[in-house]
């Protein structure tokens, strides 16, 4: 699986934009595919997670501004994210949710934000840049 994540840019406080990761070569379909973010200085941070059957789940700085979606005939996953805020400018990835090397439909138990993004995901693509201007 190779994804490629797209869809950054700058936009002011309260803007919105819409991110997508696109699989190349192989299927997303059944694949639980999670959001992440890395601020500068800071460690990669889990936003948001779909599973492989569709259900969404978010870290709390996301719930009620972001919502995941999945476009199984593109191929693709959506992060659509309104009402940002400076604190959200980062450089966004996307990943699929491996347990021990293998792609899963399922989303960490423990909740996306307390999930280990190096251990529990993989396949990163190159991340698109957030930039939140106040």
């Known amino acids: 699986v190779q994804l490629q994540a797209s869809g950054g840019g700058l936009v002011q406080t309260g803007g919105s934009l819409r991110l997508s990761c696109e699989a190349s070569?192989?299927?997303?379909?059944?694949?639980?595919v999670g959001w992440f973010r890395q601020a500068p200085g800071k460690k990669r941070e889990g936003v948001s997670c779909?599973?492989?059957?569709?259900?969404?789940y978010y870290a709390e700085s996301a719930e009620g501004r972001f919502t995941i979606s999945r476009d199984h005939a593109k191929n693709t996953v959506y992060l659509q994210m309104n009402s940002l805020k400076s604190e959200d400018t980062a450089v966004y990835y996307c990943?699929?949710?491996?347990?021990?090397?293998?792609?899963?439909?399922?989303?960490?138990?423990?909740?996306?934000?307390?999930?280990?993004?190096?251990?529990?995901?993989?396949?990163w693509g190159q991340g698109t840049q957030v930039t939140v201007s106040s």
């Open positions: 990943g699929v949710r491996n347990v021990f090397g293998a792609p899963t439909m399922y989303c960490p138990m423990n909740g996306i934000s307390r999930t280990s993004p190096e251990s529990d995901f993989g396949f």
């Open positions: 070569v192989s299927r997303l379909d059944n694949y639980a």
């Open positions: 779909v599973s492989g059957d569709g259900r969404a």
